[in-house]
């Protein structure tokens, strides 16, 4: 009787990932064998069937990879492993979103998870101040001419995990109002004055 050894799959792939990722995962290849893969909690997209798999994972927490070898002479065996999914952040901006040119400095908030890294970026505006703090960032903007503009934020986690949140910031020009009418007067007399009216516009 000829008794054949075991195939010893040992899966190599990154044990830490973050929520929306692609990771891949691969054993070593041996000729005559097959491969049949499983991911709980991940799509396998590419792979099965192989010694190299890739997975995408559409929601955080514990998961694990596992792969059943099959060699040449129909021995089998399985090696398994737990990879942790960490959430994407969410960072949400808030502030106003319309305003006034030459308003002066205004501030947005977002909150953020404790540790992370956060960058902004004010399209069409400049930073003049920003504060990190343990569960709100804090960035104060002066806004640099009229229109529509972006502002977005980038957080980072700990466990290098990133979201972004954006808006747009309507910057309206100031009103200059033209008054029209005798600057010429007598007591008692009755004058009429008059100046543009838009539709915005309020008295």
């Not at 010893?8 to 792939?13: C, E, F, S, V």
């Not at 990190?132 to 934020?153: E, N, P, Q």
């Not at 747009?168 to 008054?179: E, G, R």
Request: hydrophobic share 35%; glycine share 10%.
């Amino acid at each position: 009787m000829v008794v054949h050894a075991l195939p010893t799959p040992a899966i190599t792939g990154n044990k830490s990932t973050c929520e929306d990722a692609m990771d891949s995962f691969y054993t070593k290849s041996n000729a005559g064998s097959t491969y049949s893969w499983n991911a709980v909690g991940g799509q396998i997209i590419n792979g099965q069937n192989t010694d190299k798999i890739f997975v995408v994972w559409a929601t955080a927490g514990n998961h694990t990879v596992s792969v059943t070898e099959a060699n040449s002479f129909g021995c089998t065996n399985i090696d398994s492993v737990v990879i942790v999914v960490n959430p994407l952040p969410q960072p949400k901006i808030s502030g106003k979103t319309t305003l006034c040119k030459n308003l002066g400095t205004v501030i947005y908030t977002s909150p953020v998870n404790s540790g992370s890294t956060v960058q902004w970026s004010p399209v069409g505006g400049n930073i003049v101040n920003h504060i990190t703090g343990s569960a709100v960032d804090t960035l104060f903007v002066t806004w640099t001419g009229g229109g529509k503009h972006t502002l977005r934020i980038w957080e980072k986690t700990v466990a290098g995990c990133i979201g972004m949140d954006s808006i747009t910031v309507t910057v309206d020009s100031l009103i200059t109002p033209f008054i029209t009418g005798n600057n010429t007067a007598c007591v008692n007399d009755m004058m009429t004055y008059q100046t543009v009216l838009n539709d915005t516009t309020h008295f």
